[in-house]
């Protein structure tokens, strides 16, 4: 695993979306894969977009228009 790692950013959910992304995560062993993975996560929840005044949805925008890659879970939207 030489070079530069792939970056991967993981946008985490709510409940059962994010049960599914962290089983999803668990297949990216990068023993498994052989693979230098670098996972670069944000807290997508609704809590923490609230708490960031959906800030936290920008910051991960832009960390996948970077790296190019991504992997989302479902997220609660609000009601009103």
Same mark, same amino acid.
């Given at each position: 695993?030489? *070079?530069? +790692?792939?970056?991967?950013? $993981? &946008?985490?959910? =709510? !409940? #059962? *979306?994010? !049960?599914? @992304? =962290?089983?999803? $995560? /668990? &297949? @990216?062993? +990068?023993?498994? %894969?052989? @693979?230098? %993975?670098? &996972? ?5 929840? @609704?809590?923490? /977009?609230?708490? #960031?005044?959906? !800030?936290? $949805? ?6 996948? /228009? =970077? &790296?190019? %890659? *991504? ?7 609000? !009601?009103?």
């Amino acid at each position: 695993m030489a *070079g530069d +790692p792939l970056r991967i950013a $993981v &946008l985490e959910g =709510d !409940e #059962t *979306g994010q !049960e599914l @992304l =962290d089983q999803a $995560v /668990r &297949l @990216l062993d +990068p023993e498994l %894969l052989r @693979l230098d %993975l670098e &996972l670069w996560r944000f807290d997508l929840s @609704l809590e923490n /977009r609230r708490a #960031t005044s959906n !800030e936290i $949805v920008g910051d991960a925008a832009a960390a996948m /228009r =970077d &790296l190019g %890659l *991504g992997l989302k879970a479902a997220t609660i939207t609000p !009601e009103g």
